[in-house]
């Protein structure tokens, strides 16, 4: 009897893996012989990465930071196209200048907190691409904020018509530095906030 209920299930088993092999095609070699078909290897997992407590702070740090760029960057781009039009804006010299400055702080934080968690992260195949053109955008936009703060136009030398040319030509050099460096620093802003999306 247990032979008999053995024997069953043999046959049970090779009727099952005649009816498995015969739903998979069978590969003939070129003089028209055939193979065993071959073994299907087992599907490919991304790799995890795994990033430091500091890496999660630093992040942490540079996003809440961030939420001032596009505030600081609308309000120092109305002092400006105010002080433009009217060179003698008194106190809105002042604040445009410490708005300016905030900008320059923010960009100096956020350029070491990102740089520092780009090199962490540059194993993780993940979102790569973006994080470099996020990081070229804003490094390109921090150097164009530190040259608009060299290139400041000074209402010292006005009393002279070189004095007034120069601080004219600077005054024009100074608002496109400033537009530019806001436009690429916006893009590069804007390219992190939609990535999460």
């Given amino acids: 009897m247990v032979f008999c209920s053995s024997l069953m299930t043999a046959w049970a088993q090779d009727d099952a893996d005649t009816q498995i ?8 070699q070129p003089d028209g012989t055939q193979t065993a078909p071959a073994p299907q290897q087992p599907a490919a997992h991304p ?24 505030p600081l960057f609308a309000t120092e781009l109305a002092l400006g196209e105010s002080l433009y039009s009217n060179p003698d804006g008194g106190a809105k010299k002042g604040i445009h200048g410490a708005v300016g400055a905030g900008i320059i702080g923010l960009f100096g934080v956020n350029g070491v907190t990102g740089i520092w968690n780009l090199w962490e992260s540059r194993h993780d195949e993940n979102g790569r ?11 390109a936009a921090t150097g164009g904020f530190v040259a608009t703060w060299a290139t400041a136009p000074s209402t010292d030398d006005t009393g002279t018509h070189q004095g007034l040319a120069r601080f004219d030509n600077n005054r024009v050099l100074h608002r496109n530095l400033a537009i530019s460096s806001i436009g690429v620093g916006t893009a590069g802003y804007l390219i992190m906030l939609f990535k999460r999306k």
């Fill in 21 to 28: 092999a015969s739903t998979q095609p069978e590969a003939t």
């Fill in 129 to 139: 691409k973006l994080r470099i053109a996020h990081s070229v955008l804003m490094l």
């Fill in 47 to 70: 790799v995890a990465t795994t990033y430091s407590d500091a890496y999660e702070l630093r992040l942490k740090i540079h996003k809440y930071a961030s939420y001032a760029t596009l």
